[in-house]
């Protein structure tokens, strides 16, 4: 199975959503699965990623080769972005035949949260606290990237990080049910319709 993961800016989100979403499909029962990173075009934030023009093309591009599409964002505090997200799968169902689909997922607060979910967290910090945070990359995840001596690495570390983090998958899903055990349910209940 091929898939293609659209994000809203790929220059340091590849590094995670890579293994992220492999191990997300993986727990959900696809095998085989071949994940790549849109980065053509480069979105550069979320108000392009959330036009269906770009979106569109993304698909008649790739639409052939990929088998399911994931457009995985921030929601930045901005809790509107879900019907947003939502309009985009339904517009990407008139084009898309049975056997592809169009899933998106809003990470809660940041995508840098599903890392830091699959590692022990240092002590004095509560996941409660880093869930809630808005802004978390800036306040957990480069405190942690350079706590673990990686900031200096392709993408502050997100990849080895986020390597590290998938290991632990299951903490991962416990932690993020809202976006990460979601995304999973959905690819499951897709692969078995």
Known sequence: M???????????????????????????????????????????GITEVMKWERISEIISQYKWLIDLFIICVDPDGEGGRIQGLSTL???AME???????LFTENAWQEI?????????????????????????KELYYLPFA???????????????????????????RRRCPEDIANLENRIRNWLES
């Open 2 to 44: 091929n898939i293609l993961v659209i994000p809203e800016d790929f220059r340091k989100d590849q590094y995670m959503l890579k293994p992220l979403v492999s191990a997300v499909c993986s727990a959900a029962g696809a095998r085989h699965v071949k994940v790549q990173v849109c980065m053509d075009p480069l979105h550069g």
């Open 89 to 91: 799968e339904g517009k």
């Open 95 to 101: 084009v898309l035949n049975r056997e592809k689909v």
């Open 112 to 136: 840098e949260v599903w890392v830091l979910a699959g590692h022990n967290l240092p002590d004095g910090w509560e996941w409660r606290e880093i869930r809630e945070e808005i802004h978390p």
């Open 146 to 172: 350079r706590e673990k001596g990686v900031i200096e690495e392709p993408g502050e570390g997100r990849g080895k990080l986020a390597v590290e983090a998938t290991q632990h998958y299951a903490r991962i």
